[in-house]
């Protein structure tokens, strides 16, 4: 177990960019263990799965909605995943969470499921205006 914070978030408007932080502290020799993924929630609606990287930071999955757009990435050096995003649209507004996994177990299928996550970051808003 270990604490995972996000940080990065702001308000943007349409076609702009922002990058997201998740660092884990604490989590010692253990992070390089583990599958870690962006989730985001939107008001009224479920939390939806956005991205996830191996824990090798070899292979990456992405939704639908970002493919082309946002990419993710780590550096388990410094213990912290990366997302960046481009051409922000409205749909994108949401607190986007960080969430980590054991690795072994994931798969494509459910990489960006978020009942196969046990730990999670407090969030951080993301706001896209026009």
């Known amino acids: 177990q270990f604490d995972l914070v996000e940080s990065g978030g702001g308000s943007v408007q349409v076609g702009g960019s922002l990058r997201l932080s998740c660092v884990a502290p604490?989590?010692?020799?253990?992070?390089?263990?583990?599958?870690i993924a962006w989730f985001r929630q939107a008001p009224g609606k479920e939390r939806e799965g956005v991205a996830g990287?191996?824990?090798?930071?070899?292979?990456?999955r992405y939704a639908d909605s970002v493919k082309g757009r946002f990419t993710i990435d780590r550096d388990n050096i410094k213990h912290t995943v990366y997302l960046q995003m481009s051409r922000l649209e409205p749909e994108d507004a949401a607190i986007y969470y960080c969430?980590?996994?054991?690795?072994?177990?994931?798969?494509?299928?459910?990489?960006?499921?978020?009942?196969?996550?046990?730990?999670w970051g407090q969030g951080t808003q993301v706001t896209v205006s026009s």
């Open positions: 969430a980590a996994r054991p690795w072994r177990g994931v798969t494509p299928n459910n990489a960006l499921n978020r009942n196969e996550y046990t730990l």
């Open positions: 604490g989590s010692g020799d253990k992070y390089d263990r583990y599958y």
């Open positions: 990287i191996t824990h090798g930071g070899v292979t990456r």
